[in-house]
C-alpha cells in the first residue's frame, strides 16, 4: 500500500508537468522527422590530463571495462533534443527509456522510474500525430520532454526515438514515430493495467510496436 501512494504521489507531478511544459517549454523549431546524427561530445581537460586519460581507455579498454569519466556519445539530434544510448548518468536531467521484459506483454518500455509507457492505435507514426488530447490526455497522459533535458534509451535504438510538438506546445516523445503515453491508473512502477484498454492502447515496444509476448 504505501508502494502504491508513492507511485500516486510520483505520478501526479508528471500529469502536472504535461500542462507546465505547455506553458514554459514550448517545442519551437523541432525538425520534425529531419533528425540527424551529432558529433561525439567532447570534454575540456589540459592535454596531460587527455593524455593520462587515453592510457587509462585503453588499459580499461583491454581489461573490458568502461571508462571513468568518458564523454557519453550522442547518437542523434532532432533539432534541440540530444539522444544518448544507455542510462543517464547520476544527476543529470534526463528522460530515461528503458527496454523492460514482461511475461504478460513481452518487452516493453518504461520510463526511468519503472512507469510502464503506451502507444494508441488512433494515432499514426507516418507522419507522428497524437489524436489524444483533452480528457484523453488526463487518462494517458504524454511523456514529454523539454529543453533542459535529454533522452537516453537503454535497449532501445536511439534512432528510433524522437519527439512532436502537441498542439499545447509541449514536446511529446516518440518511439519508432509512434507517441507515447504514461496510464493514470497504474499505481505502482512495472503495472500494465493500460494493456488492451479499449482494444486501441497497448504497452509500445522497444521498436514502436504493439509490445506482444514471446
Known amino acids: 500500500?504505501?508502494?502504491s501512494k508513492r507511485f500516486r504521489r510520483t505520478l501526479g507531478p508528471v500529469v502536472a508537468a504535461v500542462a507546465?511544459?505547455?506553458l514554459v517549454g514550448a517545442c519551437g523549431a523541432q525538425e520534425n522527422g529531419d533528425a540527424r546524427p551529432a558529433a561525439q561530445a567532447t570534454a575540456s581537460a589540459p592535454a596531460t590530463a587527455a593524455a593520462n586519460a587515453s592510457a587509462t581507455a585503453a588499459a580499461s579498454a583491454s581489461a573490458g571495462a568502461p571508462v571513468a569519466g568518458q564523454a557519453p556519445t550522442?547518437?542523434?539530434?532532432?533539432g534541440w533534443l540530444k539522444i544518448y544510448a544507455g542510462t543517464a548518468p547520476a544527476g543529470v536531467n534526463a528522460v530515461q527509456l528503458t527496454a523492460t521484459d514482461s511475461p504478460a506483454v513481452g518487452q516493453y518500455?518504461?520510463?526511468g522510474a519503472g512507469r510502464s509507457l503506451y502507444r494508441f492505435d488512433k494515432d499514426t507514426a507516418q507522419p507522428s500525430v497524437s489524436n489524444c488530447a483533452g480528457q484523453c490526455a488526463v487518462?494517458?497522459?504524454p511523456l514529454t520532454v523539454n529543453r533542459d533535458q535529454v533522452v537516453y534509451a537503454a535497449g532501445v535504438d536511439p534512432q528510433?526515438?524522437?519527439f512532436i510538438e502537441r498542439a499545447d506546445g509541449s514536446c511529446q516523445i516518440t518511439i519508432g514515430g509512434w507517441p507515447v503515453y504514461y496510464f493514470s491508473k497504474d499505481q505502482k512502477p512495472g503495472d500494465l493495467l493500460?494493456?488492451?484498454v479499449g482494444g486501441t492502447w497497448f504497452a509500445v515496444a522497444p521498436n514502436?510496436?504493439?509490445?506482444?509476448p514471446k
Do not use: E, H, I, Y
Request: net charge positive; glycine share 18%; charged share 10%.
Open 109 to 111: 518500455v518504461s520510463d
Open 139 to 141: 487518462t494517458w497522459p
Open 194 to 196: 493500460g494493456q488492451g
Open 160 to 162: 528510433s526515438v524522437g
Open 208 to 212: 514502436g510496436a504493439k509490445a506482444q
Open 74 to 78: 550522442v547518437a542523434k539530434t532532432q
Open 1 to 3: 500500500m504505501f508502494t
Open 20 to 22: 507546465l511544459v505547455g
